[in-house]
């Protein structure tokens, strides 16, 4: 049975994005490549510090709870062979969902993939055709630029997020605000888990 680094796995609310609010069980894989100077989980970047734990233990952990939603993040999780782990989930009952920066060719079969492209390492057209939101993190005025360079990349359905990255959200928020009010094809996406502090 194929081995994956994990990182921690819990049964938690999905703060973010599309499924904010909803309860579900997340997987946090080890090994990222993408360095970005704010990453809040720069724990994860080195996958040999985490355990290699088999898909079946996290499938049965995942079992263990009420939830049938399933998110793999990371790291980033494109770093590995995704295509085992999603089918024991969608084997066990579960949907699956994805946080990617797109960085990596996909695998796995996804029922949702949030696709958040990082300036520190470009994401993959085949990444952003497959999303079915796109997450853009503000840190910095110019992140709208960016955002709108990458909404023309994903597909028309596609919802489309800005999130201000934390540290900063408070000088972030107005210039948020303002432009979605501007470009209202945008939603606001806040990590309501950290206000409401949801582990
Ligand atoms: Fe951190 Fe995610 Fe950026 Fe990787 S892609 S450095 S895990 S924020």
């Known amino acids: 049975m194929q081995q994956l680094p994990v990182m921690e796995h819990f049964y938690t609310i999905q703060g973010e994005g599309a499924h904010q609010g909803r309860a579900a069980y997340f997987i946090r894989l080890g090994g990222c490549d ?15 510090k985490h355990p290699l734990v088999e898909i079946n233990k996290l499938v049965v952990a995942a079992s263990a709870s009420p939830a049938r939603m399933v998110v793999i993040t990371g790291g980033e999780p494109l770093m590995h062979p995704l295509d085992t782990l999603t089918e024991s989930l969608h084997k066990a009952g579960f949907t699956t969902h994805l946080e990617t920066s797109g960085a990596h060719p996909l695998s ?4 949702w993939i949030t696709y958040s492209p990082k300036k520190f390492k470009s994401g993959l057209p085949e990444v952003a055709q497959a999303a ?9 005025l110019s992140d709208f630029v960016f955002a709108e360079q990458h ?3 994903v597909g028309k359905d596609c919802q489309l997020y800005l ?3 934390w540290s900063n959200r408070e000088r972030m928020m ?5 432009y979605v009010k501007k470009h209202p094809q945008w939603r606001i ?9 949801i582990p």
């Open 151 to 153: 909404a023309q990349q």
């Open 189 to 197: 996406s806040l990590q309501t888990h950290k206000y409401l502090d």
């Open 174 to 178: 107005p210039a948020i605000v303002d």
């Open 163 to 165: 999130q201000p990255e």
């Open 132 to 140: 079915h939101e796109l997450k853009i993190v503000i840190y910095h």
């Open 34 to 48: 993408v360095g970005c100077v704010w990453c809040d989980v720069k724990d994860s970047w080195d996958a040999q």
């Open 108 to 111: 796995g079969s996804w029922d």
